[in-house]
């Protein structure tokens, strides 16, 4: 099952970026540092893309595990004097008071300006590991209502989150940069629905998740501080949310 799940994240990356020169959206995490390793192991000339506050954990953190894959690397601090007027833009382009979609456009607003500073006009994301691979809390709560329970959050989720994307892509436009996220495809999304939820999350008080993708990690050669490493999604890991929330 392993070398089959590989394989199809494999074969979603190919038919999905067809650019040889990419960055990755990287934050050190399981995810983004497996899509990094994939790509590289594929051929693609990978950059990586880090952005956040001074000192937020994402920063901190991706440079750690960079240590190990030695991929070049390239960070934007965000700059709180334009936080507050980069976030209004934001928030009127997408037209919604969305929070989560707000912060994530914001986040990935700051990757394209990085993107394109360095020449990148395509940056591949791991976008879609976490609705499939149960990686949100919400699976363990769903969890206790059996599989019907999770894989209805799953669809919940994979739908805002292909709509949140989209949104993305608008203010990447204005970097004249593409968000690209292989395991969001229609064929992707269709495997790993079939790959069996015990592979994914074992019970209600399973805090780490995603298991499958964790071991696939470790295969292939992600260093063992990101493959075990617990989610912090990207608004929080670049204390993107803390800064928003105290701005409203």
């Not at 074969?11 to 540092?33: C, N």
């Not at 709509?163 to 993305?168: D, L, N």
């Not at 004249?176 to 064929?187: F, G, K, R, T, W």
Request: proline residues 3%.
């Amino acid at each position: 099952m392993l070398d089959t799940l590989l394989e199809q994240i494999k074969k979603a990356t190919l038919g999905t970026v067809l650019t040889q020169k990419i960055g990755v959206a990287f934050s050190g995490g399981v995810d983004s540092t497996l899509v990094a390793k994939v790509c590289s192991d594929l051929g693609y000339d990978v950059t990586l893309l880090t952005i956040g506050f001074a000192e937020s954990h994402d920063i901190l953190f991706s440079k750690e595990v960079n240590e190990f894959l030695k991929f070049p690397h390239h960070i934007l601090e965000i700059n709180p004097d334009e936080f507050d007027g980069v976030s209004k833009k934001i928030r009127s382009a997408i037209s919604t008071d969305n929070l989560s979609w707000n912060e994530n456009c914001i986040a990935f607003y700051h990757v394209a300006k990085l993107a394109n500073s360095l020449g990148l006009d395509t940056v591949v994301t791991a976008n879609g590991i976490d609705e499939l691979f149960c990686g949100y809390n919400g699976y363990r709560d769903a969890f206790k209502e059996g599989e019907s329970k999770i894989m209805e959050l799953m669809d919940s989720k994979l739908e805002n989150e292909l709509k949140m994307m989209k949104a993305v892509n608008l203010v990447s436009s204005e970097f004249s940069v593409e968000i690209l996220q292989p395991l969001l495809s229609p064929d992707f999304i269709n495997y790993a629905k079939t790959v069996p939820v015990s592979e994914k999350i074992s019970s209600p008080d399973d805090l780490q998740r995603k298991h499958i993708i964790r071991k696939i990690a470790s295969k292939i050669g992600v260093p063992e501080v990101s493959a075990s490493k617990r989610k912090k999604a990207l608004q929080y890991g670049s204390l993107i949310h803390k800064t928003l929330i105290k701005s409203r």
